[in-house]
């Protein structure tokens, strides 16, 4: 029986990032489900201060969907998903960037529903909590104050991180393409740069949310690292995966390896989709 791709998206984007991923699947005869979690997708907030010409004052103070919305929020909304999925035979869950976190808290919860799972250059915490990781040295390279002329309002008060994407600032666009697409076009860079949304949740959970052994430790697993990620250093990607494997030696990851940047592998998916068709011809039903 063929299995159901489940995809999780990153930080600030949302199904709409999956959808050429999705074709190269399906004209290779795979079936997948781009998942929307809360306050994403269709459920998104874009104000009109948000539009051409933008008002930063009203950006700044307008309220946003995703406020309140928890990471167990975010893997209740997957497990359903996941639940109706696994229905129609095996599950793999594909989680990209920050949707690893929200992966990794479903696999905690519930691996009976996933029979492989695939972190593509994704968070799995296992002796960190998420944002403790950007202080160790395999991140020195990575300065989240890169973004900060494009943050609109204050987290503590919004209750959400805001980000403006519409931003015309030459050196906020320069940083976001060097984090994200660097080896992109320009054009390719600003067209998924539209596809972002400005807002997103602030909870990236606790150590009560990394990867625990009896549980997400049961289930076969992938690695995808992406070689020229800036955003997710490879050395930060290798060290997850180490420590991965020590948490639970006798099922490490199996690690594979695609070259570009955090989005090269949704601007030019066809590596990919071949990368994740091989997964499903090695994954048998759990």
């Known amino acids: 029986m063929h299995p159901t791709f489940v995809l999780v998206h990153g930080a600030f984007a949302n199904s709409f990032s999956f959808a050429p991923l999705q074709a190269e699947l399906g004209l290779l005869g795979h079936r997948s489900v781009a998942v929307d979690l809360p306050g994403h997708g269709f459920r998104a907030t874009y104000t009109r201060a948000y539009q051409s ?43 990209h960037s920050r949707g690893g976190i929200t992966a990794t808290a479903a696999a905690n919860a519930r691996p009976d529903l996933i029979d492989r799972i695939v972190y593509v250059s994704a968070w799995c915490p296992v002796r960190l909590d998420v944002n403790d990781y950007y202080a ?13 002329s494009a943050l609109a309002g204050n987290p503590a008060d919004l209750g959400l991180l805001r980000v403006n ?10 940083a976001f393409k060097s984090a994200f697409l660097a080896d992109g076009t320009d054009e390719e860079f600003l067209t ?36 020229d990620d800036a955003s997710l250093t490879p050395a930060a990607q290798d060290r997850l995966i180490r420590e991965g494997d020590e948490l639970t030696p006798d099922n490490p990851y199996d690690v594979r390896t695609l070259a570009g940047s955090h989005l090269k592998w949704l601007t030019d998916p066809a590596p990919a989709a071949r990368l994740l068709g091989e997964l499903a011809a090695i994954t048998p039903p759990r």
Do not use: C
């Not at 160790?136 to 104050?145: G, I, K, L, N, Q």
């Not at 998924?192 to 049961?218: C, H, I, K, M, Y």
């Open 53 to 95: 010409p933008q008002d930063p004052a009203g950006l700044a103070t307008a309220p946003g969907s995703i406020k309140g919305v928890t990471l167990a929020d975010n893997a209740a909304h997957l497990i359903a998903i996941l639940e109706r999925a696994k229905r129609n035979g095996p599950v793999i869950l594909v989680a």
């Open 136 to 148: 160790e040295p395999e991140m020195a390279t990575v300065d989240p104050a890169a973004f900060a």
């Open 165 to 174: 994407f519409r931003t015309a600032d030459p050196d906020a666009l320069a």
């Open 192 to 227: 998924f740069l539209n596809t972002f949304q400005p807002d997103e949740n602030l909870d990236v959970g606790t150590s009560a949310d990394r990867a625990q052994a009896a549980t997400w430790g049961s289930i076969p697993r992938t690695y995808v690292r992406l070689a």
